[in-house]
């Protein structure tokens, strides 16, 4: 399997080829209509990570060692930008999770759907990801 | 005062966002500044920076008459029978929290508080923990589909039981004008107070209290192209008096003894410690600014381009706007069918738009039309027909993008 690593060098890659904003964007919102839906019975509160402006819903389970995260939202953008957030750490293992910063969101100029001012619900879901990473990394022990 | 003069007194206006001309119109938030506002925050700081009503130098003197001068240009400016009854506070909500402090030791059980569905959540949050603190009960005058209010609830609600009746002049997420002057006569006929949010009123046109006969009415200068951090309450004298103070420190005194103190006047006993004073004296600026244009032209301006814009938004197929009502402010909040206001908001962000998405600060509204908030483009004195051509056009682009 690649490692996170990797598939960051990957995602940065694949960003380069577009000129502008527009281009990016609407990458972004096709990868947010591809993203498969989050199945009712985990549309749940529990999963539920309330933002002002969009709601996420995350949910995680550990398979042979590796952490299978599964997300939606109720916003396109919203929803491709879990689609990209996830890519890196879907299916590794729990150490390398809680340990991941997130760091290729800025040279691809999206850093600021993190921003608290944004109240989208994909900070506090970034936050939840790493502490899914630390929770099943005391789990396993 | 011509557009483009009126244009040329906003530097802001001149600076680019992601590469294209700034179009702003996210004005129900905060309005942007004139040059003559950001010039009297630097003469203060620069010529004569001192304590007001403190000091018998000199420079505390000049600061003390710049600061009462703006009281006096605010009991002007919403004709208030006493300049003591201009009350300067943080904002429109540090006045409301003032006032509904001030009624915990009034209102008991069995004790009504009338708002509306319409509120903003700082109209609205004080209220609830009044109600909370003195037993009394909070309820809802609705509206109707228009965002207007249901007059006939509100004289259903309104009763010998009501002690207060809240509600705003403008609201910020709809536009929605309300009938100030008559909700007051009929609240004063049962004997309740009327306290009137006006943040999104005193923008747009020339308020008199003494004609709208509202007990107390609250604003932010930040609204009104003034600084941030300053607002101001207006209060009938007799109502002043009977509050207590709110805060305790100093200036708001006359005596001080180690157990007790007696409070100091009007205005002083509601302001207590160091006030906003270059906050005052740039909401000064602001003011003046407003009357070299005209507030009967602003009000028509921006009337004149609500038409305009709503005209425009209409003709894109698939865009319903929210807030109908027969008299309405420029406020234009939006909906594109199938699609999350967010995603339209951050697209038209990529475009250089400024504009609000979200529930505004009214969850009550959003749950009433069952939408999870809206887009919201709001107007001032400086918007052009061209910010709204500029709306519409990236509005297009922003649908295609997304279908």
Request: charged share 20%; aromatic share 8%.
């Amino acid at each position: 399997m690649e490692t996170i690593a990797q598939r960051e060098a990957e995602i940065i890659e694949e960003f380069s080829f577009f000129d502008d904003w527009m281009d990016k964007y609407e990458h972004l919102i096709a990868l947010g209509k591809e993203l498969p839906a989050l199945s009712a019975s985990l549309k749940v509160e529990s999963n539920q990570i309330k933002g002002c402006q969009s709601q996420v819903w995350l949910h995680a389970t550990l398979e042979d060692g590796g952490i299978r995260f599964e997300a939606d939202a109720d916003a396109i953008i919203t929803r491709g930008m879990i689609a990209l957030l996830l890519r890196p750490v879907q299916g590794q293992p729990p150490s390398a999770v809680a340990a991941f910063e997130f760091g290729f969101l800025d040279p691809l100029g999206l850093t600021a759907h993190l921003s608290p001012t944004r109240a989208n619900g994909l900070l506090s879901m970034v936050k939840q990801i790493r502490l899914y990473g630390v929770a099943f990394q005391a789990k396993r022990g | 005062m011509n557009l483009s003069d009126i244009r040329a007194h906003f530097p802001i206006l001149r600076r680019e966002v992601h590469g294209r001309p700034l179009v702003y119109l996210d004005n129900a938030a905060t309005t942007q500044k004139p040059q003559a506002v950001m010039d009297a925050l630097v003469d203060y700081y620069g010529g004569y920076n001192s304590n007001v009503h403190r000091g018998v130098h000199q420079l505390s003197q000049e600061a003390t008459d710049a600061f009462e001068k703006v009281r006096l240009q605010l009991q002007a400016h919403v004709n208030a029978a006493h300049s003591h009854e201009i009350i300067f506070t943080k904002g429109t909500t540090d006045s409301l929290n003032l006032v509904a402090h001030g009624f915990r030791s009034m209102l008991s059980k069995g004790d009504e508080i009338l708002v509306t569905q319409l509120e903003h959540h700082s109209n609205l949050v004080p209220w609830q923990m009044l109600a909370q603190h003195s037993g009394a009960t909070l309820k809802y005058v609705s509206m109707d589909g228009q965002g207007a209010l249901n007059m006939e609830d509100f004289h259903a609600q309104l009763t010998a039981k009501t002690k207060i009746l809240a509600f705003n002049h403008i609201s910020n997420a709809l536009g929605t004008i309300n009938p100030v002057k008559a909700m007051a006569a009929a609240a004063h006929a049962l004997g309740a107070v009327v306290v009137v949010d006006g943040a999104q009123a005193l923008p747009h046109s020339a308020i008199d209290v003494q004609d709208l006969d509202v007990d107390f009415y609250a604003g932010s200068a930040h609204k009104m192209y003034g600084p941030t951090g300053i607002g101001l309450l207006y209060g009938k004298t007799s109502w002043l008096e009977k509050l207590p103070p709110y805060q305790g420190g100093g200036e708001m005194i006359a005596e001080v003894a180690m157990e007790k103190s007696s409070y100091a006047g009007l205005p002083h006993k509601f302001e207590a410690g160091t006030p906003n004073i270059a906050g005052v004296i740039g909401w000064g600026a602001a003011i003046q600014w407003m009357h070299s244009v005209g507030m009967d032209q602003i009000e028509a301006h921006e009337h004149e381009l609500l038409q305009y814009g709503t005209a425009l938004l209409e003709a894109i197929p698939g865009v319903k706007i929210y807030g109908k009502a027969p008299k309405k402010a420029a406020v234009l909040s939006f909906n594109v069918a199938g699609l999350h206001p967010y995603d339209v908001g951050t697209l038209l962000d990529q475009m250089g738009i400024a504009v609000r998405t979200g529930q505004h600060c009214t969850q009550p509204i959003m749950d009433e039309f069952g939408i999870p908030g809206t887009i919201r483009a709001s107007l001032a004195a400086y918007t052009s027909k061209e910010d709204l051509d500029a709306l519409a056009r990236a509005l297009e682009k922003a649908i295609a993008l997304l279908s």
